[in-house]
């Protein structure tokens, strides 16, 4: 089976990474999708700022629920601490053990890959899939280029970049506007828990 992984954050779930999944999902033809939110994410500093685990899974539900064959999963927020691809991908593999495993991510995540826990060992247990965020797709390609441990283990998706982020939609919120990026359940769901604000 194709199983495409698309860790984040999620705080909150926005139309970048709705767009991003369907378009890789089709791409690869995945026949299995699991969003994974992460505990800790260990390349960013969410300084409190982020949203309870069950808050975040409960807007990927919502964001996620149309693409086909899709599951929010609670991995890494049961296995705590910091959230590593390489523990999470090794997991699903033991899980899944036939299933062809893709990764998913924008461009931002890809361009430091070098610097990720047990890089090197990453493109071996996912293939990855990534879309360009804020430039094109001629910087993907240059960076699997120049990195030898990525070079043919990565699909660039050279899909029109969607401006959306959700710094961007928590300090919509949180000055008091309602931000156009997040879908209507989703902004239904922030508003009821009162959440980012
Ligand atoms: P924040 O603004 O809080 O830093 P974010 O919008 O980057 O968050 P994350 O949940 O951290 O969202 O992102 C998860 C994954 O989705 C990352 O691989 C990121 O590159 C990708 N991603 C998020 N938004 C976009 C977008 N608009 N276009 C392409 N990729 C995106």
Redesign the pocket.
């Known amino acids: 089976m194709k199983t495409l992984v698309?860790?984040?954050?999620?705080?909150p779930?926005?139309i970048?990474?709705t767009?991003?999944c369907r378009a890789a999902a089709e791409h690869i033809g995945a026949e299995r999708v699991i969003i994974m939110p992460t505990y800790i994410?260990p390349h960013?500093s969410v300084e409190g700022s982020l949203a309870a685990g069950e808050h975040r899974i409960n807007m990927c539900r919502l964001a996620f629920e149309d693409i086909p064959g899709v599951c929010v999963s609670n991995a890494e927020l049961r296995r705590g601490g910091k959230s590593y691809t390489f523990d999470t991908l090794t997991d699903l593999h033991r899980l899944y053990p036939d299933d062809d495993i893709y990764f998913?991510?924008?461009?931002?995540?890809?361009l430091s890959l070098h610097t990720w826990y047990r890089a090197e060992s990453l493109p071996q247990l996912a293939t990855f899939c990534v879309?360009?965020?804020d430039g094109g797709a001629a910087e993907l390609r240059e960076y699997e280029r120049s990195h030898e441990f990525v070079r043919g283990r990565c699909i660039i998706i050279d899909i029109p970049?969607?401006?959306?982020?959700?710094?961007?939609v928590?300090e919509s919120i949180h000055s008091g506007k309602k931000s156009a990026s997040v879908s209507d359940a989703v902004s239904e769901y922030i508003a009821k828990n009162g959440l980012y604000r």
């Open positions: 698309f860790g984040g954050t999620f705080n779930p926005h970048g990474h767009v991003i994410p960013k998913l991510c924008g461009a931002d995540m890809f879309v360009p965020r970049p969607v401006d959306a982020s959700s710094t961007e928590r």
